[in-house]
């Protein structure tokens, strides 16, 4: 049964204030399904797509307990006042803090909005976080930590740096969290991910999120987790009802123009297009801005500073187009995307799913266009095959290749010679069979 308020899911009416300052009332399938089980005390294991609130479900829960547990340490509630003992939460003194909830991100963006929203929901606790990244200073982040902390939100080589340094101890850490957990496996995090958990007391509660479940995702699982319970809400291979996503076929020579083209569209008014390439997202960019629509670069190339001002001048829609590779496809969570565009289709047929999820976010619609060429055609088939759905085709544009789409529901190309008896191709300059 889903929780129509999260009143319902019995949280704290502190955070339930936070809540409703947000704007929000109604959890999530995801919220609605793991926050009870974790308030319970149990491990989670939970996958669920991006954009269908992972983070609230995991940070919710933690913030609470770790409240409830400050709360009984402080000894509380003797005589005080709520008043003033809101008055003093909100001051949230400088008190010795010792790390008790740990969430590791792949990304050093999503660390960062992950750190923005345990902020907005701690907003009336006295609990505070931190994010320990790379790309912005060391020396910083030291004074921060210095200054104590509750929560650090952290990406995995940062952590190690800062543990080799001594300057953090995860001794007193009671809630271990990895987000995007299938992302940090692909990204060749597992081993400093294991290192890190070997750190953290064994008596700790552990969230496991992922949008893919995995062998690799499944082994970290076992080895870090205690009699999890299980939560899955939106297979991985499933596309968002509220997406409309089709196919344009096109040659490689023509992509530029199209997406030129599509732009002039007037409902297009927040825009993130995919590249398989960092130069690609760089050129792309180049040639759109020539054409004065207002667009920028993003890759893990560009500093941190110019990858920050990039995303925050596209949430605020001073710029309308962000050109991106997938290494940010997860580290994007701006609102209000309309359309996203693949350049190049994915090799991976998941990091489709997790590009398209970038739009139609929080029960809104979007659009996801996908341009398909000769040497593309096998990915598509992946990606079908892996959502199980069959993209509808668009082909009321003035690159529409009629070749190509002929192309996508042939096995085998029809420029390949055959044999003389009708059978298997003969190789170009030679004649069939082994040499």
Do not use: W
């Amino acid at each position: 049964m889903t929780s129509t308020t999260f009143s319902d899911l019995h949280l704290d009416e502190r955070i339930l204030n936070a809540l409703e300052d947000a704007g929000y009332s109604t959890p999530t399938e995801i919220q609605a399904a793991a926050i009870p089980l974790a308030l319970e005390g149990k491990d989670l294991m939970a996958s669920a797509q991006t954009g269908t609130g992972k983070t609230a479900a995991f940070v919710l829960p933690m913030l609470q307990l770790l409240y409830q547990e400050s709360e009984k340490d402080s000894g509380k509630g003797n005589g005080s006042s709520e008043k003033d003992e809101d008055s003093k939460k909100k001051k949230k003194t400088r008190r010795a803090r010792k790390v008790r909830g740990l969430v590791l991100s792949p990304t050093r963006e999503l660390a960062q909005q992950i750190e923005e929203n345990v902020e907005q929901y701690a907003k009336y606790l006295p609990q505070n976080v931190v994010s320990l990244v790379g790309g912005l200073s060391l020396q910083r982040q030291i004074k921060q930590l210095q200054k104590g902390v509750d929560i650090v939100i952290a990406t995995p080589g940062r952590l190690l740096d800062l543990l080799q340094r001594k300057e953090i101890s995860l001794r007193d850490v009671d809630f271990f969290v990895l987000d995007e957990a299938d992302r940090m496996l692909d990204m060749g995090f597992v081993d400093d991910v294991r290192d890190i958990a070997r750190r953290v007391k064994k008596e700790r509660q552990t969230f496991l999120f992922s949008a893919t479940t995995s062998d690799a995702v499944e082994s970290l699982s076992r080895s870090l987790l205690t009699e999890p319970e299980r939560v899955a809400v939106h297979p991985p291979d499933t596309v968002g009802e509220n997406i409309d996503s089709r196919i344009l076929f096109v040659e490689r020579k023509d992509k530029r123009d199209l997406v030129a083209d599509l732009l002039s569209d007037e409902s297009a008014t927040r825009v993130l297009i995919f590249t398989a390439t960092k130069s690609d997202a760089n050129v792309l960019a180049a040639i759109l801005s020539r054409k004065e629509i207002d667009a920028l670069a993003i890759h893990s190339d560009k500093s941190q500073k110019d990858r920050q001002r990039a995303l925050q001048d596209f949430d605020e829609g001073k710029v309308r187009v962000l050109v991106a590779t997938d290494v940010m496809a997860r580290g994007i969570d701006v609102g209000g995307i309309t359309h996203v565009i693949n350049y190049d289709l994915p090799n991976d047929p998941e990091n489709f799913v997790h590009r398209i999820g970038r739009t139609a976010r929080a029960g809104t619609k979007g659009i996801a266009l996908s341009l398909c060429d000769l040497d593309e055609i096998k990915m598509l088939r992946s990606i079908e095959r892996f959502t199980k759905k069959t993209l509808a085709v668009d082909s009321d544009h003035p690159y529409h290749s009629p070749l190509i789409e002929t192309m996508k529901n042939q096995r085998q190309s029809p420029f390949a010679r055959r044999g003389r008896r009708g059978g298997r191709a003969t190789p170009r300059g030679g004649r069939g069979g082994r040499r």
